[in-house]
Antibody
């Protein structure tokens, strides 16, 4: 069964860090680019960034560049999002999503259920 | 960065209506455009990619068209399950972006 399951969300103070994860099953993880997309409460979708299938390249939205880092462990079929210097405006549901095979830019074919990150003092 | 706009932001329609949503890109993106459907509390679902290719399993009442900077999503006969929010997404560059969404409501 194809599945993407995010975890690690919670409440964190402004300026602090948090790492969320996305465990993948049911497809060949190490052949697909993987994306993070977020959605602030009551708002639209915002693309956060992408990591190549082999981790060789990463691209980020300007709003998170320099603060967020995407990584992956292909041996563990797991995607990560390290979020540093968090701001209140980073409060959102964070979705991991499968991109295309071997291509870092593309549409998103499968999505996880999301994990809520709340940045508040 | 490429900016995406959608119109209308909200659309009221009845079951059986033909519905059209427009998406515009701030620069040419060829046909590198996808459409997603999202229902409250759920993850988005891919409907269409490459502007007009229907994702497997998506009903044929959904169709997409356009290229360059202007695109449309059409639902030929709105069904009760189609009341949701629809987003376009460009993937022309390594800085992808979504439109602000169009909410389709029951009239």
């Amino acid at each position: 069964q194809v599945q993407l399951v995010e975890s690690g969300g919670g409440v964190v103070q402004p300026g602090r860090s948090l790492r969320i994860s996305c465990a993948v099953s049911g497809f060949t993880f190490n052949t697909y680019a993987m994306h993070w997309v977020r959605q602030a409460p009551g708002k639209g979708l915002e693309w956060v960034g992408v990591i190549a299938y082999d981790g060789s390249s990463r691209f980020y939205a300007d709003s998170v560049k320099g603060r967020f880092t995407i990584s992956r462990d292909n041996a563990k079929n797991t995607l990560y999002l390290q979020m540093d210097s968090l701001r209140t405006e980073d409060t959102a549901v964070y979705y991991c999503a499968r991109g295309l095979p071997y291509e870092s830019s593309g549409y998103l074919t499968l999505w996880g259920q999301g994990t809520l990150v709340t940045v508040s003092s | 960065d490429i900016q995406m706009t959608q119109s209308p932001s909200t659309l009221s329609a009845s079951v059986g209506d033909r519905v059209t949503i427009t998406c515009r890109a701030s620069q040419r993106i060829s046909s590198w455009l996808a459409w997603y459907q999202q229902k409250p509390g759920k993850a988005p679902k891919l409907l269409i990619f490459q502007a007009s290719t229907l994702e497997s399993g998506v009903p044929s009442r959904f169709s997409g068209s356009g290229s360059g900077t202007e695109f449309t999503l059409t639902i030929s006969s709105l069904q009760p399950d189609d009341f949701a929010t629809y987003y376009c997404q460009q993937y022309n560059s390594y800085s992808e972006s979504f439109g602000p969404g169009t909410k389709v409501e029951i009239k």
